[in-house]
Nanobody, 123 residues
Framework: VQLQASGGGLVQAGGSLRLSCAVS????????MAWFRQAPGKEREFVAA????????KYADSVQGRFTISRDNAKNTVYLQMNSVKPEDTAVYYC?????????????????WGQGTLITVSS
């Protein structure tokens, strides 16, 4: 299984950005998916997660109401729509896949990881 994240870049505070994570393989619809991020000098932290069907989602308090995670099982892709971004959202964003189809907030629950995409929010 390979995960390829894209969509990162430079955005002004208050702006929007959408990340995509394309997943190889024919079993994408069986994976729980998540986004994590890691800011310089900080530990990796949970951002958002979605169940294999897309029917359940969970967000970190810091992004609740601003970010939306979604998935398209026909396209083997998970998305993170980021609105009203803040300078503190600056980080490398990683997508992750979990084989049991559920979603978790702990990074060790996920089996596969993408390479990360950098988002820089300017003030």
């Amino acid at each position: 299984v390979q995960l390829q994240a894209s969509g990162g870049g430079l955005v002004q505070a208050g702006g929007s950005l959408r990340l995509s994570c394309a997943v190889s393989g024919r079993t994408f619809s069986s994976y729980g998916m998540a986004w994590f991020r890691q800011a310089p000098g900080k530990e990796r932290e949970f951002v958002a997660a979605i169940s294999r069907s897309g029917g359940s989602t969970k967000y970190a308090d810091s992004v609740q109401g601003r970010f939306t995670i979604s998935r398209d099982n026909a396209k083997n892709t998970v998305y993170l729509q980021m609105n009203s971004v803040k300078p503190e959202d600056t980080a490398v964003y990683y997508c992750a896949a979990g084989s049991d189809g559920h979603y978790y907030v702990k990074s060790y629950e996920y089996d596969y990881w993408g390479q990360g995409t950098l988002i820089t929010v300017s003030s």
